[in-house]
């Protein structure tokens, strides 16, 4: 994956930005995969990536939509601390996803996709 790193960074950088909540529940996801698993240093754009994630930890109404999307940013933002908590100001990202938990909708999605991503 980390030939594609840079490209694919762009496209879910973009898609957290995107009008669909669905679009940016998923790009959350992704970009949080992508920067736990990547071989590339994307540590320099991590408060950009921080700043399109923060909308999804407060949505202007809760139901199992927001809450799936809530879960996403919150595993990205788990990935992004594994990664290089160093590049984090995590006085300011720990109550946020501390605030976050337990994640409310398919648990088990992060454990799961995860599993699988290392094995490819």
Do not use: W
């Not at 009008?19 to 994307?42: K, Q």
Request: charged letters at 20%.
């Amino acid at each position: 994956m980390t030939p594609y790193t840079e490209s694919l960074f762009q496209l879910f950088s973009q898609a957290l930005h995107d009008g669909d909540l669905d679009v940016r529940s998923n790009a959350a996801y992704a970009a949080g995969v992508l920067v736990y698993h990547s071989d590339a240093d994307l540590s320099a754009h991590y408060l950009g990536l921080l700043g399109a994630l923060r909308p999804l930890f407060d949505p202007p109404e809760l139901n199992e939509d927001t809450l799936q999307a809530r879960d996403n940013a919150s595993g990205a933002v788990a990935r992004l601390i594994l990664k290089n908590a160093a590049a984090l100001p995590l006085d300011q990202v720990a109550p946020v996803l501390l605030a976050s938990l337990p994640i409310a909708t398919d648990f088990v999605e992060n454990v799961r996709r995860s599993s699988l991503t290392r094995r490819c």
